[in-house]
T-cell receptor, first 112, second 114 residues
Framework: ETGVTQSPTHLIKTRGQQVTLRCSSQ?????VSWYQQALGQGPQFIFQ???????GRGNFPPRFSGLQFPNYSSELNVNALELDDSALYLC???????????FGPGTRLTVT | GENVEQHPSTLSVQEGDSAVIKCTYS??????FPWYKQELGKRPQLIID?????GEKKDQRIAVTLNKTAKHFSLHITETQPEDSAVYFC?????????????FGAGTRLFVKA
């Protein structure tokens, strides 16, 4: 298993609420990216952070936002939750090229 | 927009046979092509990757080929074993005017029958 960890493991929220998911990157990795994986589908790229700056973003609305901290850990924040936000949220860490990503175990978010 | 198409969606092979999964990408800025294996309830695991300046890469029973002109890349698994059964995802990554981006295919569910 990789050194990437995520918390919490599971989360249940109500539509309209806000959620924060957390990720600790593998030692030596300064790049973190976040993905949404709906059941039976491939991961969808949300955004990527390199040295605390967002350096890439997928087709997700602004209510999906993030942070990266000086120790390279990261947060994903989702505001105004919608039912379709129910999914597995994965983070992945990598070196500065953004390649060779190592995924965390994911957070399963259910929005009711 | 950018897209990665992956085929087939399901693949069933007999143990010992070869399996081939194909992907096509649309973004010319893509320069890194990883493949991930995801077992049920587990995280995706990087199994092999290739960069755009290389046409082929092999790691034991797994190989990847890349045709930049046609924007095709493929995963080849030889001598398949039951433990190869999983969902496999291709992805294409690169930097364009919008910044870094990575796009995954929809996945191929591989069944290896003993």
């Amino acid at each position: 298993e990789t050194g990437v960890t995520q918390s919490p493991t599971h989360l249940i929220k109500t539509r309209g609420q806000q959620v924060t998911l957390r990720c600790s990157s593998q030692s030596g990795h300064n790049t973190v990216s976040w993905y949404q994986q709906a059941l039976g589908q491939g991961p969808q790229f949300i955004f990527q952070y390199y040295r605390e700056e967002e350096n890439g973003r997928g087709n997700f609305p602004p209510r999906f936002s993030g942070l990266q901290f000086p120790n390279y850990s990261s947060e994903l924040n989702v505001n105004a939750l919608e039912l379709d936000d129910s999914a597995l949220y994965l983070c992945a860490s990598s070196g500065p090229t953004g390649n060779s990503k190592y995924f965390g175990p994911g957070t399963r978010l259910t929005v009711t | 927009g950018e897209n990665v198409e992956q085929h087939p969606s399901t693949l069933s092979v007999q143990e010992g046979d070869s399996a081939v999964i194909k992907c096509t990408y649309s973004d010319s800025a893509s320069n890194y092509f990883p493949w991930y294996k995801q077992e049920l309830g587990k995280r995706p695991q990087l199994i092999i990757d290739i960069r755009s300046n290389v046409g082929e890469k092999k790691d034991q029973r797994i190989a990847v080929t890349l045709n930049k002109t046609a924007k095709h890349f493929s995963l080849h698994i030889t001598e398949t074993q039951p433990e190869d059964s999983a969902v496999y995802f291709c992805a294409a990554s690169g930097i364009n005017t919008g910044g870094f981006k990575t796009i995954f295919g929809a996945g191929t569910r591989l069944f290896v029958k003993a």
